[in-house]
């Protein structure tokens, strides 16, 4: 069979479109799943073995694939620019002169 536009269209509808699935990985997933599932206090059992340092790093590993990565941020300013922080203290204990400072 050569390639023509009308095999071409033919391809075009059956292939991967965006905003669907693919049904390997979705089948792929959903095994996953119930493997996970079945196998719970198991997983359960071998993570209490751990000591703490590995098993603290276990599920960090483990989180990367079901808690979304978050990106780190920058704040920039102009050099012009009038920002200033405003510094808040929320101790109980200042002094007399620190709040005479204050007001």
């Known amino acids: 069979m050569s ?5 071409g269209k033919e391809a075009g509808k059956k292939s991967t479109r965006a905003g669907k699935q693919n049904k390997t990985t979705e089948e792929t997933r959903e095994r996953f799943k119930e493997l996970l599932e079945e196998n719970f206090d198991k997983i359960q059992e071998d993570l209490e ?27 920039t300013t102009i050099e012009d620019s009038r920002f200033n922080p405003i510094v808040v203290n929320f101790s109980n204990n200042l002094n007399s002169n620190e709040n005479e400072n204050t007001n």
């Open 49 to 75: 073995q751990l000591a703490p340092d590995q098993r603290i790093k276990v599920l960090l590993d483990l989180a990367k694939f079901v808690l979304p990565t978050l990106r780190s941020t920058e704040l």
């Open 3 to 7: 390639f023509t536009s009308e095999t």
